[in-house]
């Protein structure tokens, strides 16, 4: 008897030792978030309050890992192949949907298919910015356009990329006015703003987090925005459908993913870690900060709002076509 009870026990414990930890249990180490960009974007800037917010939470550190290349592709690509077991997630732009329909149009393989990820919550959306060095001659857009046309393919922007989301903004709005600027592409919004500073670039879209400060100090000049409403950071900047720019609405909305199989038990867990972060004040301050308005959307509402906009942004992709 004695022996079966022992028998039966090992054969127990080695069943329970089989069988996975439970979920509840998660996380037991470091949760690392990719930001498939330099730091001083959006994305980076998005990111780092928010880590620090669900450090607290999660009673694990979670580090931040800038991955960059292709204009965020290198790094979206290592989370779609990750391993689905909520240690690495991804701190995405709007370009999430854009790079695989640039890929389908120049008929190369995608680096990777939106349906890898799922969402877990849509954190900001930030209207992008047109902004131009306070030194330039341009008081107006009106003033960019004509002078452009004056000079085609002679103005330079910088981007975070080739069909990256700054990309993607200047090329909706040059197609719309009917004017060739030309196009420096950098590893991201970081390194894309420190050109225009620098004036190795004449302008540029960006989030208005990035800008703001620089704006405020004067030495940058905002002309238009490419939201539908005016900005409460910058009252006084007209959005291009007041100008009479249709078809130019754009945004730099950052959310966070995780690989397609993530168990639904770890991804409730990372839902209410960033539900949570997103009404921390200490996160709160830092976007108001930033002038990046918070846009919480849990994962079944920023579902629905990544396949709209994934369909808006390809329908513009092919609008814009092959630009370089």
């Known amino acids: 008897m004695l022996r079966a009870l022992i028998t039966a026990s090992c054969l127990?414990?080695?069943?329970?030792?089989?069988?996975?930890?439970?979920?509840?249990?998660?996380?037991?180490?470091?949760?690392?978030?990719?930001?498939?960009?330099?730091?001083?974007?959006?994305?980076?800037?998005?990111?780092?309050?928010?880590?620090?917010?669900?450090?607290?939470?999660?009673?694990?550190?979670?580090?931040?890992?800038?991955?960059?290349?292709?204009?965020?592709?290198?790094?979206?690509?290592?989370v779609?192949?990750?391993?689905?077991?909520?240690?690495?997630?991804?701190?995405?732009?709007?370009?999430?949907?854009?790079?695989?329909?640039?890929?389908?149009l120049f008929d190369r393989q995608p680096a990777y298919s939106v349906d890898q990820f799922a969402p877990i919550a849509l954190i900001a959306a930030d209207p992008t910015v047109f902004v131009v060095r306070a030194d330039s001659p341009w008081k107006s857009v009106q003033d960019f356009v004509a002078d452009a046309k004056a000079r085609p393919g002679q103005i330079a922007f910088s981007s975070s990329g080739v069909y990256g989301t700054l990309h993607m903004a200047m090329a909706m709005f040059a197609s719309a006015a009917g004017i060739q600027l030309r196009h420096v592409p950098f590893t991201g919004g970081g390194p894309a703003l420190t050109a225009l500073l620098g004036n190795n670039v004449q302008a540029l879209a960006s989030g208005p987090g990035p800008v703001l400060a620089q704006i405020q100090a004067g030495t940058l000049r905002p002309l238009a925005q490419w939201g539908d409403k005016r900005i409460a950071a910058l009252p006084d900047v007209p959005t291009f459908k007041e100008l009479g720019y249709k078809d130019v609405e754009f945004y730099i909305w950052a959310g966070m993913f995780a690989p397609k199989a993530t168990p639904a038990a770890v991804m409730t867990t990372l839902r209410d870690a960033v539900r949570q972060s997103v009404a921390d004040p200490e996160f709160k301050?830092?976007?108001?900060?930033?002038?990046?308005?918070?846009?919480?959307?849990?994962?079944p509402d920023f579902q629905k709002f990544y396949d709209a906009d994934a369909k808006r942004l390809g329908d513009a992709v092919r609008r814009v076509g092959k630009v370089e």
Not at 285 to 299: E, F, H, Q, R, W
């Open 80 to 104: 779609a192949g990750a391993r689905a077991d909520g240690y690495t997630v991804l701190m995405a732009l709007s370009s999430i949907s854009i790079i695989p329909e640039a890929d389908k």
């Open 285 to 299: 301050k830092t976007m108001d900060n930033l002038g990046s308005p918070i846009v919480y959307l849990d994962a």
């Open 12 to 78: 127990l414990a080695l069943a329970f030792g089989a069988t996975p930890a439970p979920a509840q249990s998660f996380p037991q180490r470091p949760i690392t978030i990719v930001i498939p960009f330099p730091p001083g974007g959006v994305a980076d800037q998005t990111a780092r309050p928010l880590a620090a917010s669900m450090e607290k939470l999660l009673k694990q550190p979670v580090v931040l890992l800038n991955k960059a290349g292709a204009g965020g592709a290198v790094g979206m690509q290592s």
